[in-house]
């Protein structure tokens, strides 16, 4: 519900914000403009009586003085039978040369509030600004949602490098867009009279008889004894009309002055409804507060950028089926196989089994979840794949499914199962695909197997559950799995240091940069690097192989360094072929966002747990750690001679202080200890450190996480915390293998 509330304001009126905010910038300009000319002069301690004297003084045609929110004074007068207005230097009252409302501003004026369509434009602004309110607010509870909640807001933005660009700048821009569309919702409501202007009361009446004898000058007049700054206008009554008043409106108010005594005739105090309209008008403007202006002017520049971040984004998720041969209409199917996903790798798997399945004489129909009809007269089964978003929710092609579940009509004996994909090392692992189950179970479907579930996309798995599937339904399923993967990025290495000897117990430190002879202009233009963090994964598709392995990245895009750590596995086709390449070779891949493997915004403490290549993320965390706040490194290996990755760097990181504290253990030298055994004898310390908000990092093969999980389950006896508490507070995460 909400990304449809913050994306159909766009796609109906996305081109009018966009007019509407540009033409805002230019005009936020003005006031500082203005300001400028304003300030050449002063006018500190100077009364309306003072500058009034002056004026007539210098010209004895003067009709009106209007002094506008910037402090340019203007004094509208008749010189030799021509009506002009001049710009007015308020200490002498002289006139400095013509004021001409420039034909930029008058248009851009015309564009911004009503589109050049007279009230029709009027109307459409003020619903323009009504719906950028409802994409600003749906925005910032959608960031909210992706940060993992609001207490979360402000900290590191993850995702891609458009998904960033986009909610960082949005994030940057909120102040600003919010207090421009409410401000401008509330002057267009106020000019069509939906909200009043005042308190209804009419013109001041004279309280006092006017004196019909000679007017003084205009510098005794008492009524005009008030500083110039809270001048609108003064007017001055026709020489040729004696017996009239002279107009003075002001910020506390309007009234009448008699000429010849200089007091008030009658006055109008400002009520609080017409204040409160006046500063709206300043907060949308920046009349009067020309700094304000300008900051409204940025805030209004980020629209354009949103739209085409939005719009791309967009574009993006719409693209979430593939061609299917063989795709029945749903009408005809007998199996129904519907897909959740946000970034369209479920599909990869869900083509697998829609081909296998079409091959066995099935009638299948696949579709997004989001697309589920109200009924399918000939489905016997259904089968969902689906995805999980955030902390649980459903993926973007999933959204509507669950409330139209309620609706749909099969028949009574439909039998469904439903395969989750997801991280184990989150707590919400697979919570949607769950959901989702439980629902289905409840609708009364029966379940021809419990959930299943697939980790980290792991061919394997899906090949399993496969296998139990064809065995429930009593047919063989010929897969051909062909992962969708995101565009690749050619990388040549260009330095690799060996631990260990040649073989089974040898690890690589491997750096690559982008291969500039892969780009037409690579010799011309350096080579960049897509964008990317420490802790991100690489994706690498060994020769030969259909599905990615993933390394966990030692370095970030600043870093102008792609540094990964491989431990050659005897039957692996992905590590051998990486720590086969020699420096100047090549390799095809790409980065997949790992975004909640970060250490947490602030200064507490971090304490980092990893063995093996999973001390890759780690040294790049304690690299970028600049601001030096507690770092603590446990580190395990088999053996100290070549298995400690990195030694010599990270006895400088401490000397550096960006590690405050480096512990480690050797399985096959020394005390023969692991990792988690050395975290126990450090158990007083972590105590302190978690009771003062520590992060706990792990990193490593999971029968390792497995023993520190378990370490820390009996560092915190007595503690009132536990592991899943910390997991539930973001406050120990793993980036397990």
């Not at 449809?4 to 009126?13: C, D, E, M, N, W």
């Not at 993926?395 to 989750?420: C, N, Q, W, Y």
Request: charged share 20%; net charge neutral.
């Amino acid at each position: 519900m909400l990304r449809k509330l913050h994306l159909f304001p766009v796609l109906i009126a996305g081109l009018l914000m966009t007019i509407i905010a540009v033409s805002g910038v230019v005009l936020s300009a003005q006031p500082a403009l203005e300001h400028v000319d304003a300030v050449r002069t002063s006018q500190a301690s100077m009364s309306v009586a003072t500058l009034a004297n002056r004026v007539t003084t210098q010209l004895p045609g003067a009709e009106a003085i209007v002094r506008r929110p910037s402090g340019t004074v203007i004094a509208y007068h008749e010189t030799d039978g021509q009506q002009r207005a001049s710009v007015i230097d308020p200490t002498t009252g002289k006139a400095t040369g013509d004021y001409v409302a420039s034909p930029v501003w008058r248009w851009t004026k015309n564009l911004h509030r009503k589109l050049f369509l007279g009230d029709a434009g009027r109307i459409a602004a003020g619903v323009t600004a009504a719906l950028m309110l409802v994409v600003i607010m749906s925005g910032l509870a959608l960031l909210a949602r992706r940060m993992g909640g609001w207490k979360h807001l402000l900290g590191r933005v993850r995702g891609s490098g458009l998904q960033r660009v986009h909610n960082e700048t949005a994030r940057v821009a909120f102040a600003g867009l919010t207090l421009s569309a409410a401000t401008g919702l509330i002057m267009s409501t106020t000019t069509f009279g939906l909200i009043p202007e005042g308190d209804g009361q009419e013109d001041p009446a004279f309280s006092v008889p006017m004196s019909t004898a000679p007017a003084i000058p205009m510098g005794r007049m008492a009524a005009l004894d008030i500083d110039v700054s809270s001048l609108h206008q003064l007017t001055l009554p026709n020489s040729d009309s004696p017996g009239e008043a002279m107009e003075l409106d002001t910020a506390g108010g309007v009234g009448y002055v008699d000429l010849s005594t200089g007091r008030w005739l009658a006055f109008q105090p400002t009520d609080g409804w017409q204040r409160l309209q006046a500063l709206v008008r300043m907060l949308h403007t920046g009349q009067g507060l020309w700094w304000l202006g300008l900051m409204l002017g940025a805030a209004s520049l980020s629209v354009p950028l949103l739209a085409v971040t939005g719009l791309l984004l967009w574009l993006g998720r719409k693209r979430v089926m593939p061609k299917l041969a063989g795709n029945v209409p749903a009408r005809d199917a007998d199996t129904v196989l519907l897909v959740g996903t946000e970034g369209n790798t479920t599909w990869g798997f869900a083509s697998a089994l829609h081909g296998a399945l079409t091959k066995t004489g099935l009638g299948v129909h696949a579709a997004p979840m989001n697309e589920v009809a109200n009924g399918y007269p000939g489905m016997r089964r259904l089968l969902v794949l689906t995805a999980t978003y955030g902390d649980g929710d459903a993926p973007e092609t999933a959204t509507r499914f669950l409330p139209r579940l309620k609706h749909l009509t099969v028949p009574s004996d439909t039998a469904f199962t439903v395969l989750g994909f997801g991280d184990r090392q989150f707590p919400s692992f697979c919570a949607y695909a769950r959901q989702v189950h439980d629902a289905l179970a409840d609708r009364g479907f029966q379940a021809l197997a419990g959930l299943g579930t697939v980790d980290r996309q792991s061919e394997p798995e899906f090949r399993l559950w496969c296998a139990q599937l064809a065995e429930t339904l009593g047919v063989t399923l010929d897969l051909h799995y062909t992962p969708l993967l995101p565009s690749t990025t050619p990388l040549k290495l260009v330095s690799r240091e060996d631990y260990g000897r040649e073989g089974s117990d040898m690890t690589s430190v491997l750096r690559f940069e982008r291969d500039a002879s892969a780009r037409p202009w690579g010799r011309w233009l350096r080579p960049r690097l897509p964008a990317f963090e420490t802790g991100d994964l690489l994706g690498v598709v060994p020769p030969g192989a259909t599905a990615p392995r993933y390394y966990s990245l030692a370095s970030g895009a600043a870093d102008s360094v792609v540094e990964i750590c491989v431990r050659r596995l005897p039957d692996g086709a992905c590590s051998t072929y990486l720590t086969d390449l020699q420096p100047g070779e090549t390799i095809a891949a790409f980065i997949r966002p790992h975004t909640r493997f970060r250490p947490e915004m602030g200064s507490t403490p971090v304490i980092l747990i990893g063995a093996g290549t999973g001390i890759g993320p780690l040294i790049g965390f304690i690299r970028h750690n600049a601001a030096r706040r507690p770092m603590f490194l446990y580190f395990g290996a088999r053996n100290v001679e070549d298995g400690f990755l990195y030694r010599e760097e990270l006895g400088g990181l401490v000397a550096d202080r960006r590690l405050q504290a480096l512990r480690t253990a050797f399985s096959r030298s020394g005390d023969r200890t692991y990792v988690q055994d050395q975290l126990v004898v450090d158990a007083p310390r972590l105590r302190t450190l978690v009771a003062h908000g520590a992060q706990v990092m792990v990193c490593g093969g999971r029968k390792m996480a497995e023993g520190v999980a378990q370490a820390w389950e009996r560092i915190l006896t007595d503690t009132g915390a536990s592991v899943a508490q910390l997991r539930a507070e973001g406050r120990y995460v793993e980036d397990v293998y």
